[in-house]
């Protein structure tokens, strides 16, 4: 089983930044792919981001290139989701998630394990 519980969530102005934390227990959490997810009520969850095993290879989704960055640290079991230059449309609850594969998935159905979720609003 693998336990994941976000942190770091809050209100920011646009043009502002924030840092999310998914601190992860888990004997198999090196092993595993992380991915950021994003909810706003009425649409479905849409991915943000993603890293593989050892944190050589990251995704993310148009939305988000250049401004957001993921990364893990495996020796704290914890991945993190740095996201700048916030703009409104931004504003959602934020999931960690994590799956035992390889390979990257961008959907929400590809992902067994999640968070809680945090809350991300940003202002104008």
């Known amino acids: 089983q693998v336990q994941l519980v976000e942190s770091g969530g809050g209100l920011v102005q646009a043009g502002g930044s924030l840092r999310l934390s998914c601190a992860a227990s888990?004997?198999?959490?090196?092993?595993?792919?992380m991915g950021w997810f994003r909810q706003t009520p009425g649409k479905e969850r849409e991915f943000v981001a993603g890293?593989?095993?050892?944190?050589?290879?990251?995704s993310y989704a148009d939305s988000v290139k250049g401004r957001f960055t993921i990364s893990r640290d495996n020796a704290n079991n914890a991945v993190y989701l740095q996201m700048n230059s916030l703009k409104p449309e931004d504003t959602a609850v934020y999931y960690c998630?994590?799956?035992?594969?390889?390979?990257?998935?961008?959907?929400?159905?590809?992902?067994?394990?999640w968070g809680q979720g945090t809350q991300v609003t940003v202002s104008s």
């Open positions: 888990g004997r198999t959490f090196s092993s595993c792919t």
């Open positions: 998630a994590a799956r035992s594969s390889a390979r990257i998935g961008v959907t929400q159905y590809e992902y067994v394990y």
């Open positions: 890293i593989s095993w050892s944190g050589g290879t990251s």
